[in-house]
């Protein structure tokens, strides 16, 4: 039975691709076929293969099944900016079946599926249904990125209620250690240890440039998932 996972964050830039990148690390250390994608993505470069976008390039150099770049990120738009104003200026529009469409093709070549989303939860991705609302319709369990910094607690906290009243699975959270010089980071920890009726299934610590790729495995408890 494939095991599909929706990676959220409290904010857009908290640390959702980099704790995708470790959860794909240690889910390859565990011995087993990992895809993770990023379906839709704002902000991509021109380049004489298309439109690419950063986070999707780093998540497609660990994957340990090679796919064409199309299938990773069917979503690929220009502008960096949400992705409901980035697909009309690029005139098209995303439905939710659209979505679904591409979760199915990936979901039939692999034993996990780690789901980048955008932005936070309630991200818009077209003017008509946040992102949410899609992952609700397909019931994929929500892990949460929070990037611990000040305002995190009340930007998890709002993030964990909608996803609860949602009624969608929340298998946990991974506290991504972002700010550097950040006053009391483990009463931060704590606090939303007891407030979050899920695991911490990782715990990234602040990592200089030449930290960020390799080893971010050792981060993650793949035990909850
Ligand atoms: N633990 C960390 N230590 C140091 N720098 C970090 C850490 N986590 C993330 N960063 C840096 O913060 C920036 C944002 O991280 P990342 O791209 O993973 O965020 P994101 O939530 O995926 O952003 P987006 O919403 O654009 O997809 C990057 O430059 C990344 O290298
Ligand atoms: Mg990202």
Redesign the pocket.
């Known amino acids: 039975m494939i095991k599909r996972y929706f990676i959220t ?1 409290t904010d ?7 704790s995708v990148c470790a959860l794909l690390q240690s889910i390859i250390r565990s011995g087993q076929r990992v895809i993770g994608c990023k379906l839709v993505a704002s902000g991509c470069k021109k380049t004489k293969y298309g439109l690419r976008n950063s ?1 999707v390039i780093k998540i497609m150099k660990i994957n340990n099944i090679i796919l064409p770049y199309s299938h990773i990120n069917p979503f690929a738009f220009f502008h960096p900016t949400s992705p409901h104003i980035a697909s009309e200026k690029a005139c098209i529009k995303i439905y939710k079946k659209d979505l679904s469409y591409n979760l199915k093709k990936l979901s039939s070549k692999t034993d996990w599926l780690i789901i ?1 989303g ?2 936070g939860w309630y991200v818009p991705i077209n003017i008509n249904f946040t992102y949410d609302k899609w992952v609700k319709l397909e019931k994929i369990p929500v892990i949460l ?1 929070i990037g611990i910094k000040l305002g995190c607690i009340n930007h998890a906290l709002l993030t964990f209620e909608a996803i609860c009243n949602a009624k969608i699975p929340f298998v946990g959270w991974i506290a ?3 700010d550097k010089n950040m006053l009391y980071k483990h009463k931060y920890i704590a606090f939303l240890k007891k407030k979050l009726s899920a695991p911490m299934i990782g715990n ?4 200089k440039k030449k930290d ?1 790729r390799d080893n971010l495995y050792k981060y993650i408890f793949l035990k909850y998932l």
């Open positions: 964050g857009t830039n908290i640390g959702k691709t980099l986070d980048e955008a932005g990125v991504n250690n972002i990234i610590p602040f990592l960020m």
